[in-house]
């Protein structure tokens, strides 16, 4: 596996464990993470206050499929689910594009998509 494919499964385990210093570690000073039509951030303290939104409750289950890399960038497709604190469930498949610059992910655009 390569760094960069590594970084986020790395990236994607913190989640799983809503682990703020794992994924915080993972990112540029300067990330940006955008989720069309959602959502748009810049900055790793932007980004830490995502992390667990509050409309969820717990962590989520999320599941990559398949992992491919060109260049500095790695596309992570899957599935996630969550409970929102309204008890209704999230079930949902997603496409994260990441940008990486020196071995960190600079930029994260996530397609994400109820099923």
Same mark, same amino acid.
């Given at each position: 596996?390569?760094?960069?494919?590594?970084?986020?499964?790395?990236?994607?385990?913190?989640?799983?464990?809503?682990?703020?210093?794992?994924?915080?570690?993972?990112?540029?000073?300067?990330?940006?993470?955008?989720? @069309?039509?959602?959502? +748009?951030?810049?900055?790793?303290?932007?980004?830490?206050?995502?992390?667990?939104? @509050?409309?969820?409750?717990?962590? @989520?289950?999320?599941?990559?499929?398949?992992? /491919?890399?060109?260049?500095?960038? %790695?596309?992570?497709?899957?599935? %996630?689910?969550?409970?929102?604190?309204?008890?209704?469930?999230?079930?949902?498949?997603?496409?994260?594009?990441? +940008?990486?610059?020196?071995?960190?992910?600079?930029?994260?655009?996530?397609? %994400?998509?109820? /099923?």
């Amino acid at each position: 596996m390569t760094t960069n494919k590594q970084t986020v499964t790395t990236y994607m385990e913190g989640f799983r464990k809503s682990d703020h210093a794992q994924i915080l570690s993972c990112l540029t000073d300067d990330v940006v993470w955008e989720m @069309p039509g959602a959502f +748009h951030l810049e900055g790793k303290k932007a980004f830490d206050g995502e992390i667990e939104n @509050p409309a969820f409750s717990g962590s @989520p289950t999320i599941t990559h499929v398949r992992l /491919v890399e060109e260049d500095n960038i %790695v596309i992570a497709e899957g599935k %996630v689910q969550g409970q929102f604190k309204n008890g209704d469930i999230m079930n949902a498949v997603f496409c994260d594009v990441f +940008h990486f610059e020196g071995g960190k992910i600079k930029k994260l655009t996530s397609y %994400v998509m109820q /099923v």
